[in-house]
T-cell receptor
């Protein structure tokens, strides 16, 4: 079946602009995660959804970052007033959502964000 | 605090050589899972293996093998008879029961270059 998809693949924006990044998880997966990967680093957790609710948003760096998942499927990561330091690859992952920390997460190809 | 350390930033080998990628983790939890992911140049994280904290049996899958030792908090990954297609960044990751969310804590990654 189809894996996790993310759009756009690449996004270039100017400092101060607003961006939205979309994630479409594997069908039937109720758990959805966002991570951010800076150049040369491992991915860092941002936020976790179980169904429609954000069960853990402890990784969001500040209040410019926000994510939603209104129908429990597609999720959108929103970044306001972008800064050059927000430039990174934003990765989305999903898992079945039945066994929490025991589950394998499957990752999408990521969105490469560049803030000029 | 929880942490994953991959001390080898880059490794370069010649095809057919065996190579071991090191992973050392820190956690106060007694129940946790360890993972290895491969990130080829295309950027998508590919799941390789998952291991729970109660199962210290080594695992072999084709040319890949994993050595989990709780006594040294290590989960090392060996590729036997390496091939050029093994060239990628490899990440070790930790998921703890106490987080209850399954968020992954990644190491910095090890870049493996296999030369023909």
């Amino acid at each position: 079946g189809a894996g996790v998809s993310q759009t756009p693949s690449n996004k270039v924006t100017e400092k101060g602009k607003y961006v939205e990044l979309r994630c479409d998880p594997i069908s039937g997966h109720t758990a959805l995660y966002w991570y951010r990967q800076s150049l040369g680093q491992g991915p860092e957790f941002l936020i976790y959804f179980q169904g429609t609710g954000a069960a853990d948003d402890s990784g969001l760096p500040n209040d410019r970052f926000f994510a939603v998942r209104p129908e429990g499927s597609v999720s959108t990561l929103k970044i306001q007033r972008t800064e050059r330091g927000d430039s990174a690859v934003y990765l989305c992952a999903s898992s079945p959502g039945l066994a929490g920390f025991q589950e394998t997460q499957y990752f999408g190809p990521g969105t490469r964000l560049l803030v000029l | 605090a929880q942490k994953v350390t991959q001390a080898q930033t880059e490794i370069s080998v010649v095809e057919k050589e065996d190579v071991t990628l090191d992973c050392v983790y820190e956690t106060r939890d007694t129940t946790y899972y360890l993972f290895w992911y491969k990130q080829p140049p295309s950027g998508e994280l590919v799941f390789l293996i998952r291991r729970n904290s109660f199962d210290e049996q080594n695992e072999i899958s084709g040319r890949y093998s994993w050595n989990f030792q709780k006594s040294t908090s290590s989960f090392n990954f060996t590729i036997t008879a390496s091939q050029v297609v093994d060239s990628a960044v490899y990440f070790c990751a930790l998921s703890e029961a106490r987080s209850n969310t399954g968020k992954l804590i990644f190491g910095q990654g090890t870049t493996l270059q296999v030369k023909p």
